[in-house]
């Protein structure tokens, strides 16, 4: 099986453990009930194999998903022509991003700076320092929510950096799901950028997710500045993400 059709097999079984699972000919709607739009999306439902027809596939999602919300994230090259038969159907490509990966068994955690402490979230406390530093690098408006105590790390986990009892970095990753999973949520406090925690947070997300049992992690960087950081840690281009939605919604 190739990198692309094992990312997006580990994706979709990972997050069809949380997710509503709509079945729908070549793709799999994944909903989250009352949360984000951006949080419910389809991927392919057969990844490694090509697709060639769409059959009632758009019909099933569309009377599942929310009027208009309709929206695809697939890994370009493990669904082979479902790409040009969406742009056909009159989705229109809202990203096209890298999709990197590593081995997490080759990555070697960088020293911190002085007086930069890493560690994993092991309380609601934790996780909520770390999301408000994430929640305000994003941008995000008003202020963050309250985070749930952090359950066991092969369901997903964060790691933080500190400076004097301060987050000022955060990574996550996602479920892990044979043996792959996601690093995300990568954001550093915009006073203590460009002084190397991108880099030490996500190595060090690598690495718990590995202990988590994941021999494969991949990423998708938001930037070229971005992208450089994660070939600091190993990661690698390996395919492409291809995020599609319906023509209306601009998202």
Same mark, same amino acid.
């Given at each position: 099986m190739s990198l692309a059709a094992r990312i997006a097999l580990g994706q979709l079984t990972g997050l069809s453990r949380s997710k509503k699972v709509v079945p729908a000919g070549p793709f799999t709607g994944l909903l989250t009930d009352g949360g984000h739009p951006m949080m419910s999306y389809a991927v392919a439902a057969k990844p490694g194999e090509p697709v060639t027809d769409l059959g009632d596939s758009l019909d099933v999602l569309r009377a599942a998903f929310p009027p208009g919300a309709l929206r695809f994230e697939l890994v370009e090259q493990a669904c082979p022509g479902a790409a040009r038969l969406l742009e056909a159907a009159g989705l229109k490509v809202t990203a096209r991003i890298p999709l990197m990966v590593v081995d997490p068994a080759t990555v070697t955690?960088?020293?911190?700076?002085? =007086?930069? +402490? &890493?560690?994993?979230? &092991?309380? *609601?406390? %934790? #996780? !909520?320092? =770390?999301?408000a530093v994430a929640h305000h690098a994003f941008g995000m408006p008003g202020e963050p929510g309250p985070a749930g105590e952090p359950g066991p790390a092969e369901d997903g986990g964060s790691v933080v950096a500190w400076v004097q009892g301060q987050a000022v970095a955060?990574?996550?990753?996602? #479920? &892990? !799901? %044979?043996?792959?999973? +996601?690093? *995300?949520?990568?954001?550093? /406090? !915009? +006073?203590?950028?460009?002084?190397?925690? /991108?880099?030490? &947070?996500t190595a060090h997300a690598v690495k718990a997710a590995? /202990? /988590? =049992?994941?021999t494969l992690t991949w990423l998708t960087p938001g930037? %070229? =500045?971005? +992208? #450089?950081?994660? *070939?600091?840690?190993?990661?690698?281009?390996v395919a492409d993400a291809i995020h599609f939605a319906e023509a209306s919604t601009g998202t």
């Amino acid at each position: 099986m190739s990198l692309a059709a094992r990312i997006a097999l580990g994706q979709l079984t990972g997050l069809s453990r949380s997710k509503k699972v709509v079945p729908a000919g070549p793709f799999t709607g994944l909903l989250t009930d009352g949360g984000h739009p951006m949080m419910s999306y389809a991927v392919a439902a057969k990844p490694g194999e090509p697709v060639t027809d769409l059959g009632d596939s758009l019909d099933v999602l569309r009377a599942a998903f929310p009027p208009g919300a309709l929206r695809f994230e697939l890994v370009e090259q493990a669904c082979p022509g479902a790409a040009r038969l969406l742009e056909a159907a009159g989705l229109k490509v809202t990203a096209r991003i890298p999709l990197m990966v590593v081995d997490p068994a080759t990555v070697t955690l960088p020293a911190p700076p002085e =007086g930069v +402490e &890493v560690a994993a979230a &092991v309380t *609601a406390n %934790d #996780q !909520a320092a =770390g999301n408000a530093v994430a929640h305000h690098a994003f941008g995000m408006p008003g202020e963050p929510g309250p985070a749930g105590e952090p359950g066991p790390a092969e369901d997903g986990g964060s790691v933080v950096a500190w400076v004097q009892g301060q987050a000022v970095a955060i990574a996550s990753w996602t #479920q &892990v !799901a %044979d043996g792959v999973t +996601e690093i *995300a949520g990568i954001a550093t /406090a !915009a +006073e203590h950028r460009r002084k190397g925690l /991108a880099t030490l &947070v996500t190595a060090h997300a690598v690495k718990a997710a590995e /202990a /988590a =049992g994941a021999t494969l992690t991949w990423l998708t960087p938001g930037d %070229d =500045g971005a +992208e #450089q950081v994660y *070939a600091n840690v190993g990661f690698t281009k390996v395919a492409d993400a291809i995020h599609f939605a319906e023509a209306s919604t601009g998202t």
